[in-house]
């Protein structure tokens, strides 16, 4: 597997088949391409940590007077809403009853 930016040969046959590290970034400038990155298995975790997006690969090309692009391929996302069932909600307002209800007793 390879990918050619702008006439440079990147090889990603060594990523091909074995878990890759999440974040796993390729140096470009040592192939001559600044200003640019290649992230693999690339994560991002919301602020609010109720949503993560996994990109398989992520090219950020800044290549000044030629192009500026952001290439993402294979990505997914994952959103995480937490909804109390009834059952749960009225057990907690029987149980702040019931702690309502000692508290009386003992001041009476």
Do not use: C, W, Y
Request: net charge neutral; aromatic share 2%.
């Amino acid at each position: 597997l390879g990918l050619t930016i702008n006439g440079i040969g990147i090889n990603l046959a060594p990523f091909v088949g074995v878990p890759v590290a999440a974040n796993t970034s390729i140096n470009l400038a040592i192939l001559g391409i600044e200003h640019s990155t290649l992230i693999l298995n690339e994560e991002v975790v919301a602020p609010d940590q109720h949503s993560i997006s996994v990109n398989a690969l992520h090219l950020s090309l800044n290549l000044p007077n030629l192009i500026i692009a952001n290439i993402v391929i294979g990505r997914s996302q994952a959103q995480m809403t937490a909804i109390p069932e009834p059952a749960s909600i009225s057990a907690a307002f029987s149980a702040v009853a019931l702690l309502a209800g000692i508290r009386r007793k003992r001041r009476a």
